[in-house]
Every structure is written in structure tokens, then in C-alpha cells.
């Protein structure tokens, strides 16, 4: 059990910290090189560890009667932190994303009779900031570095920060906000964050724009949950009763009240009170 302990949190400090690490790349923050390769190193090295806990609890799990499939996903679940599988599970999703947004297919989840609320306005030119920032440094230390294996470390990390950040922004475009014909909504904030409120949670909508500080996702002490995307909020939907959600690293919370982007809100809520209209007039 010692190892299954160290796993975990070997896990649950060494990865996160490798995605921050990619953040702060991509956001054009200067990181020296030794940590660059001490992070490389022990991100390595956690996943050594990892592989070799898994091995013994798949094993175990085969021992008991377990079929493959069971008996891995228990290890994996014995062994990952709720908070780094839905960290990865997120990043596999807006690399997906990055792949529709390639392709031009349709947005996820849209189906006929929805409307597709999108959010990306405010952060649009922030996300290529960034992009710029961070191809700027890429070239610049490729230049600058002389010792090769430093060089490709530092190249991998700063190619995959700029696909991280495409691919968040491309999750963003790819899963907008969505109404529904019968009135109800679905609000996201790319592979991060997903919110279903039926229609009948909803006493009213109305365009409200405020410009909160904060998180991307924060419950107010009022018990508002704004869903913030560069620094404002565009909608305000009082509910008719509590709604539970979760957050990006599964801590869950529950809301009387939501506030959310959009880049067209009269739209969105033109939608939904129209669905309610006709709702009602059907019943």
C-alpha cells in the first residue's frame, strides 16, 4: 500500500505541475532550463512509478477473477487522483476538439432546432496573443540554447504548450453554449465545463452584462454561479430551483442562480423565452 500511496501523490503533485508548466510556457512566461528538464525528469519519473503500481494492481485484480477491461480500470482508479484523470480526460477532449475544429465539422452537440450560443469573443484575441508569445519563444531559445539535450527538451515542451492552447481554443469554438427547442440549455466553456439546465429550472433569462473578477468558474456566496470568459458575463438566468454542478477538477457545488457569456445574448435569450412561449402554449 506504501506504493499505491506514493503513486498517488506522486501523481497528484508532478502532473498538474507539468500542465502549469505548459501554461505558463504558452502564455510566454520565461522558464529556465534547468526546470524545464527537472520537471521532464520527474514527470519520467512518476510515470515509471506509475506503470509499475498498475502492473502489480492489474495483476492482482486478474488474480481475483477480474476481466481486462474491470481489472484495469480499477487500477487506474486505485492509482490516478480523480483530479489528474479528469485533467487528462479534459486535455484528450480538447485535443479532439482541435481536430473538428480542423476538419470544419459541425459543432458537438448541436443538433436541429438548437441554437448555438457562441463565447469566444472576449478571449479570441488573448488565446493568439498567446500563441504568438509562445512561437516567438520557441524560435528564440531554439537559437539561443547550445546544449542539445536541453534544446529538444525545451522544444517539446514549448510545441505541445502551443498545441495545448490551440486546442483550448478550439474546444471553446467547437462547444458553444447550446438552447434547445423545448427551452432548455446546455453551457460550457470547451472541454472543461458542461451544465445541463432543463427548462423547467428556469424562471427567467435576460441580457445582464457585469464584469466579475475572478475564476473561469465561481459561485458566489449569494449562491450565483458565473461562468466567466474574459473578465464578463452577458446572461443572467434566475432558477427556479438549486442545481447542482461540477467543477473542471470534480469538486461539485450547487447553484440558485447562473450567470454566463455569450457573445450574442439577446439571442440566447430570445431563444428560450420563445421555446417557453411555445411550451406553454402547447400545454
Known amino acids: ?9 506522486a501523481a497528484a503533485a ?11 510556457l504558452a502564455a510566454g512566461m520565461r522558464i529556465p532550463p534547468w526546470a524545464a528538464v527537472a520537471a521532464e525528469a520527474a514527470v519520467f519519473g512518476v510515470l515509471v512509478l506509475e506503470v509499475w503500481v498498475l502492473r ?8 481475483r477473477g477480474a476481466g481486462r477491461g474491470p481489472a484495469l480500470r480499477e487500477a487506474v482508479r486505485a492509482v490516478v487522483p480523480v483530479q489528474v484523470r479528469r485533467l487528462l480526460v479534459h486535455e484528450l477532449r480538447a485535443l479532439a476538439s482541435l481536430v473538428r475544429w480542423v476538419l470544419r465539422r459541425p459543432p458537438h452537440g448541436v443538433g436541429d432546432g438548437d441554437l448555438a450560443g457562441c463565447y469566444t469573443g ?12 509562445s512561437v516567438v519563444e520557441t524560435v ?9 539535450a536541453v534544446h529538444r527538451a525545451l522544444l517539446v515542451i514549448d510545441v505541445y504548450g502551443v498545441l495545448l492552447v490551440l486546442a483550448l481554443h478550439a474546444a471553446c469554438v467547437t462547444r458553444p453554449h447550446i438552447v434547445r ?4 440549455l446546455r453551457l460550457r466553456y470547451g472541454a472543461l465545463f ?8 428556469i424562471a427567467s433569462i435576460r441580457v445582464d452584462r457585469r464584469y466579475p473578477e475572478g475564476r473561469l468558474v465561481q459561485l ?3 449562491g450565483v454561479l458565473d461562468l466567466i470568459v474574459g473578465s464578463q458575463t452577458t446572461v443572467t438566468v434566475e432558477l427556479a430551483r438549486p442545481l447542482p454542478f461540477v467543477r473542471p477538477l470534480g469538486a461539485c457545488g450547487e447553484a440558485t442562480g447562473l450567470r454566463f457569456h455569450a457573445d450574442d445574448p439577446a439571442a440566447v435569450v430570445a431563444a428560450v423565452r420563445d421555446a417557453g412561449r411555445e411550451s406553454a402554449t402547447a400545454g
Open 122 to 133: 472576449p478571449q479570441t484575441a488573448m488565446m493568439y496573443g498567446f500563441l504568438f508569445v
Open 220 to 222: 458566489g456566496e449569494d
Open 14 to 24: 508532478v502532473i498538474p505541475g507539468e500542465l502549469l508548466l505548459v501554461l505558463c
Open 56 to 63: 502489480g494492481l492489474y495483476a492482482a485484480g486478474r488474480a
Open 140 to 148: 528564440v531559445l531554439a537559437l539561443v540554447i547550445p546544449w542539445p
Open 181 to 184: 427547442g423545448d427551452g432548455s
Open 1 to 9: 500500500m506504501s506504493g499505491l500511496r506514493a503513486a498517488r501523490r
Open 194 to 201: 458542461d451544465l445541463e439546465v432543463p427548462a423547467d429550472a
